[in-house]
């Protein structure tokens, strides 16, 4: 049921550098980076959780994909951008993921989504957009 789902209830996007620091410019994005909130779930078994991560750039692509990277997703498997384990106790949970570019990527500017799986389950998902 719905109660014991895990739902992420807000997300921020930041692009980062090759050094790992904040910039506004697209053209010089290495990563993008994503803070994240699970809500606080008392019904939801806690313990360890996998994370799935998928972000589709502005022409509908998935970033960083690798045909080898795919998790279980209702009848199938689907790709993902990455994935991160979590420590879920039940509480409000703050977290943080990092989607690297690929080789020569380079961040398109325009309209994205990122979409936050668990345990089979599409948790959160919330679109943003890059500018130049």
């Known amino acids: 049921s719905s109660d014991l789902m895990l739902e ?14 904040k910039t506004r410019m697209s053209s010089h994005a290495r990563k993008l980076q994503f803070d994240f909130v699970i809500a606080k779930n008392i019904t939801c078994t806690p313990g360890m959780k996998d994370l799935y991560v998928r972000v589709i750039t502005p022409a509908g692509e998935l970033m960083d994909e690798s045909e080898s990277k795919l998790f279980a997703f209702e009848s199938g ?8 384990q979590i420590e879920y106790s039940g509480e409000a949970y703050s977290g943080t993921c990092y989607c690297p570019l690929g080789e020569g990527e380079k961040v398109q500017p ?8 668990c345990e089979g389950n599409l948790i959160g998902s919330f679109p943003f957009q890059l500018k130049k």
Do not use: C, H, R
């Not at 992420?8 to 620091?21: C, G, R």
């Not at 325009?110 to 799986?117: A, M, Q, R």
């Open 110 to 117: 325009g309209f994205y989504t990122v979409d936050f799986f």
């Open 77 to 84: 498997e689907i790709p993902y951008s990455l994935t991160q």
């Open 8 to 21: 992420i209830t807000s997300n921020a996007v930041t692009m980062l550098n090759k050094s790992d620091k």
